[in-house]
């Protein structure tokens, strides 16, 4: 419908649209490498074998059974890493475990909450335990799950809100950092923090979930530096839409829904 300029804009809104979504795909498609990458440039510099040491993904509900944690976990398992997946959801932790252990790879489960401090840190000294030591942490989950809220404008929030913003986007990531560096500062190690691109980006709908993943991202800058020392290496994958995830968007401003994604 509508005459031959308007279409010409349809389609030119319409191609640049497929690009975007092609170019997030390939994104999703190499996170695995990405992550592994992070993880093998440690394990080059300082000689630690992959096989050595256990691999503590933290991941709370999507970051177990989503497509990112679940991409991570099973490609740190084919490179010979111990996998260790944890979140609240035990079923679905065992549904990553079978995947892994089916391939030939080790792997087991630890319950633990994301915005439990206690717990985590109750679940590193278990792994610990178990293991001897944590070489690698990568951490998700949490942002892209029901704890997290959707795209909401501004005007559409409360104070409430901001909170669970901070909470999912920021604090879920001080927490596991926090459990696991009292354990990876006697040998070194690896942290990888999963986050969004609106980190990056400002995106309108996105003022949170941007503000406090940007500040996730600054605060990894500054303990790449303090951890550097004690020879840990930090650092942050920026994702963008994530299509095999779980949509959040049924809880924020009705315009940003985007339920047709």
Not at 217 to 230: I, K, P, S, T, V
């Amino acid at each position: 419908a509508g005459n031959e300029k308007m279409q010409e804009i349809a389609a030119a809104i319409q191609e640049g649209a497929g690009a975007y979504l092609g170019r997030q795909y390939r994104t999703i498609a190499i996170v695995g490498v990405v992550v592994l990458l992070l993880v093998w440039a440690f394990l080059d510099r300082f000689g630690a074998p992959i096989s050595a040491g256990g691999f503590f993904l933290g991941s709370f509900l999507s970051g177990a059974t989503g497509f990112i944690g679940r991409a991570c976990a099973l490609r740190l398992a084919r490179a010979g890493a111990t996998v260790v997946v944890s979140g609240r959801n035990a079923q679905a932790g065992a549904e990553v475990v079978g995947q892994i252990e089916a391939a030939g790879g080790l792997a087991s489960f630890e319950s633990a909450d994301l915005f439990d401090p206690e717990a985590l840190a109750t679940m590193a000294q278990s792994v610990v335990a178990r293991h001897g030591r944590i070489d690698v942490l990568v951490a998700s989950g949490a942002g892209a799950s029901r704890d997290s809220l959707g795209f909401r404008l501004f005007k559409d929030m409360e104070l409430s809100h901001i909170d669970r913003f901070i909470r999912s986007h920021w604090l879920s990531r001080i927490h596991v950092i926090r459990a696991v560096y009292p354990h990876m500062r006697v040998h070194g190690g690896s942290m990888v923090m999963i986050g969004t691109d609106a980190g990056r980006i400002a995106t309108v709908g996105e003022a949170l979930i941007g503000g406090a993943t940007a500040a996730m991202m600054q605060m990894c800058r500054a303990l790449a530096r303090e951890f550097g020392r004690e020879k840990i290496r930090v650092n942050v994958v920026s994702m963008s839409y994530v299509g095999d995830a779980e949509p959040r968007w049924d809880d924020g401003t009705e315009s940003l829904l985007g339920h047709d994604r």
